[in-house]
T-cell receptor
Framework: AQTVTQSQPEMSVQEAETVTLSCTYD???????LFWYKQPPSRQMILVIR??????QNATENRFSVNFQKAAKSFSLKISDSQLGDTAMYFC????????????FGKGMKLTVNP | DTGVSQNPRHKITKRGQNVTFRCDPI?????LYWYRQTLGQGPEFLTY????????KSRLLSDRFSAERPKGSFSTLEIQRTEQGDSAMYLC????????????FGQGTRLTVV
């Protein structure tokens, strides 16, 4: 079974600064995806960024980038130029390719961006 | 299409009562998932539909839980004889097999059992 661990329950950062959220996972699979989802207060979860395990290049989406270390089973999210709207719960998630492709989530991390 | 829609948004029920939640996925999505999220935890997988077929159920889904997706469109999740431990946020997500890995989530139904 796959597990996802987010060891930092909460972080805060000043607006415009850079912050890194950590995530580790455990799996014996070779073909999988990793995701970061954002859940703003009282709003639905939305996808921030995804990484396909077979791709060595780290994914980037505007201010969001990941550091994917496959051998270490580490998948951190870097948010540059933090904005007030980045305040949310952030969940790291694993998905095995094939079958149901259900998501396995970590416990989440509460990020607060301060003005 | 405005995304995944879930109703009701909030439900308060007395222990022992039955409740039913509805999820309307994005119209062209053939996959539908139910997850449960308790306070301080990430969502946990409950069950998965490919079109109208329920193809996987978690061990979390006790006999009191049943889910349907008639005609492969909307889905319902029913909890019979609710218990206080059923209090949680119930999330629905949909995706399109073979086209994209992204799952789109609804806003959830928050269940409180008193």
């Amino acid at each position: 079974a796959q597990t996802v661990t987010q060891s930092q329950p909460e972080m805060s950062v000043q607006e415009a600064e850079t912050v890194t959220l950590s995530c580790t996972y455990d799996t014996s699979e070779n073909n999988y995806y990793l995701f970061w989802y954002k859940q703003p207060p009282s709003r639905q979860m939305i996808l921030v960024i995804r990484q396909e395990a077979y791709k060595q290049q780290n994914a980037t989406e505007n201010r969001f980038s990941v550091n994917f270390q496959k051998a270490a089973k580490s998948f951190s999210l870097k948010i540059s130029d933090s904005q007030l709207g980045d305040t949310a719960m952030y969940f790291c998630a694993f998905m095995k390719h094939g079958g149901s492709e259900k998501l396995v989530f970590g416990k989440g991390m509460k990020l607060t961006v301060n003005p | 299409d405005t995304g995944v829609s879930q109703n009701p948004r909030h439900k308060i029920t007395k222990r022992g009562q039955n409740v039913t939640f509805r999820c309307d996925p994005i119209s062209e999505h053939n996959r539908l998932y139910w997850y449960r999220q308790t306070l301080g935890q990430g969502p946990e997988f409950l069950t998965y539909f490919q079109n109208e077929a329920q193809l996987e159920k978690s061990r979390l889904l006790s006999d009191r839980f049943s889910a349907e997706r008639p005609k492969g469109s909307f889905s319902t999740l029913e909890i019979q004889r609710t218990e206080q431990g059923d209090s949680a946020m119930y999330l629905c997500a949909s995706s399109n097999r073979g086209r994209d890995t992204e799952a789109f989530f609804g806003q959830g139904t928050r269940l409180t059992v008193v």
